[in-house]
C-alpha cells in the first residue's frame, strides 16, 4: 500500500510539471481542424430606436358626475350600474320635494295676473271710447293706461315664475346627457337628498384614451400630436394613439406627470383596462448580427470570431431580436469578423482557409 501511495504522488507530480503547475480557466488547446467555404460577417454598427414602457390606464374621454339640482327623495334608480344609455334616457326619478307645489302655486298666480291682465284692457278699451266722447279727463284716462300697464307687468312677471317652476319640475328626472355607460350609483333608491348630491356616474361611449404617469426624466418627449404605441394585453390587440395632453405640472412625490393618449372610437374597450404605453427614447448606437451565426448552448450565447484566420468561440450577451438579427449588448466590437451560418460544425481553434 505505502508503495501504491508513493507511485500515485509521483505521477501526480509529473502532471503538474507537464502543465506547469496551472491550467487558465477557460482555454482549450487549439484543434488543428483545416476549415473551407465558410461564410463570415463584419460586425457593424447601426442606429436603434429605444422604446421603454410605461403603464397606462383605459378610460372614457368624457365622463360626467351627475348631481341633483333639486331637494327631495330619490324615488327610482332606472338605469342599472354597468347598462348602456342613450341620450335623453331616464337615469333617476326625485319625487317628495317643493318643486311640483311651487309649480302649482305659479301656475295659480298666472292665472290671478292673467285675469287682471284682462280686466284691465276691457277697462281701457272703455275708457279709450269715452275719452273719444270727451266724457272723461285725459287724467282719468292715464290712471287706466297705468293700471294696464301694471297688469302687463304683473302677467308677464307671473308666466316668468312658472317656466322657472317647471324647468325646477323638471329636475326631478336625471337624464342621460350623451350615450354612455352608467358606472355607479353613488345614492340609494329612498334616500334624502338636496341641491348638489351626487346621484350616479356616466361615461360616453366611442372615445377613448389612457392615461399614463410618466417619469419626470422623459419631460420634453411628450408634445401635443406625439403618435404613440398603445397595447392591451387582456385584448391581445395593439393600437396607436395620440398625445392629446400633458399636464404642467409633475407630482411631487412620484416624480411624474400625467398625459392623456387618444385611441379613438375602439370596440371592445371598457374603463379601467391595464395598458402599455411604447414611449420612444432617445436613438442609439448598437451592434446587430444574423440570428444564423449565433449558437446557443443552454442559457449561454455565444459566436465564432475570426482572428488571424483562427476561429474563436466568443461569449457574448444578447438583446432585442428584430427579423432575423439580434442585438448584441457585449462580447463583441465593431469590425470583428465572424462566422455568419453553419456554426454547429465550428470548432474552436479550427484553421480557417478562406477563398482568394
Not at 460577417?41 to 403603464?55: N, Q, R, Y
Not at 341633483?68 to 342613450?86: H, Q, Y
Not at 387618444?262 to 374597450?269: N, Q, S
Request: charged share 25%; with cysteine.
Amino acid at each position: 500500500m505505502k508503495k501504491l501511495m508513493t507511485y500515485c504522488a509521483a505521477v501526480t507530480l509529473l502532471f503538474l510539471t507537464a502543465c506547469d503547475g496551472k491550467i487558465s480557466p477557460g482555454q482549450t488547446d487549439l484543434e488543428e481542424t483545416l476549415l473551407t467555404d465558410l461564410r463570415f460577417h463584419t460586425v457593424t454598427t447601426s442606429v436603434a430606436l429605444e422604446e421603454g414602457a410605461l403603464v397606462a390606464t383605459v378610460e372614457s374621454s368624457d365622463r360626467a358626475l351627475l348631481t341633483a339640482r333639486t331637494d327631495g327623495r330619490l324615488l327610482r334608480l332606472a338605469a342599472r350600474e354597468g347598462s348602456l344609455v342613450k341620450k335623453g334616457e331616464l337615469l333617476a326619478t326625485i319625487g317628495d320635494n317643493t318643486a311640483g307645489r311651487k309649480l302649482q302655486e305659479a301656475e295659480g298666480a298666472l292665472g290671478m295676473a292673467t285675469a287682471r291682465l284682462e280686466l284691465a284692457e276691457k277697462t281701457f278699451a272703455r275708457y279709450q271710447r269715452l275719452f273719444e266722447k270727451e266724457a272723461i279727463t285725459p287724467q282719468e284716462l292715464d290712471q287706466v293706461v297705468a293700471d294696464l300697464n301694471v297688469a302687463r307687468d304683473g302677467q308677464a312677471a307671473a308666466a316668468a315664475a312658472v317656466e322657472a317652476a317647471r324647468i325646477s319640475s323638471a329636475q326631478t328626472r336625471i337624464l342621460a346627457p350623451y350615450d354612455g355607460r352608467v358606472l355607479r350609483h353613488l345614492v340609494e333608491e329612498g334616500s334624502t337628498i338636496l341641491p348638489g348630491t351626487p346621484l350616479l356616474e356616466i361615461e360616453r361611449q366611442g372615445s377613448w384614451r389612457v392615461r399614463v404617469d410618466v417619469p419626470e426624466s422623459y419631460a420634453g418627449r411628450f408634445v401635443s400630436g406625439t403618435r404613440l404605441r398603445v397595447e392591451i394585453p387582456s385584448l391581445s390587440r395593439q393600437l396607436e394613439g395620440a398625445v392629446t395632453e400633458v399636464l404642467p405640472a409633475a407630482d411631487p412625490l412620484s416624480r411624474t406627470f400625467q398625459v392623456k393618449v387618444a385611441l379613438g372610437a375602439e370596440d371592445g374597450l371598457t374603463s379601467g383596462l391595464f395598458a402599455r404605453v411604447f414611449v420612444p427614447d432617445a436613438d442609439r448606437t448598437t451592434l446587430f448580427i444574423p440570428r444564423s451565426a449565433l449558437l446557443q448552448r443552454g442559457q449561454l450565447a455565444g459566436v465564432y470570431a475570426l482572428d488571424k484566420n483562427i476561429l474563436h468561440y466568443r461569449l457574448v450577451k444578447t438583446g432585442r431580436q428584430l427579423g432575423d438579427e439580434v442585438e448584441i449588448l457585449s462580447g463583441l466590437s465593431a469590425g470583428e469578423r465572424i462566422l455568419a451560418d453553419d456554426v454547429e460544425k465550428a470548432r474552436h481553434g479550427a484553421r480557417v482557409e478562406e477563398a482568394r
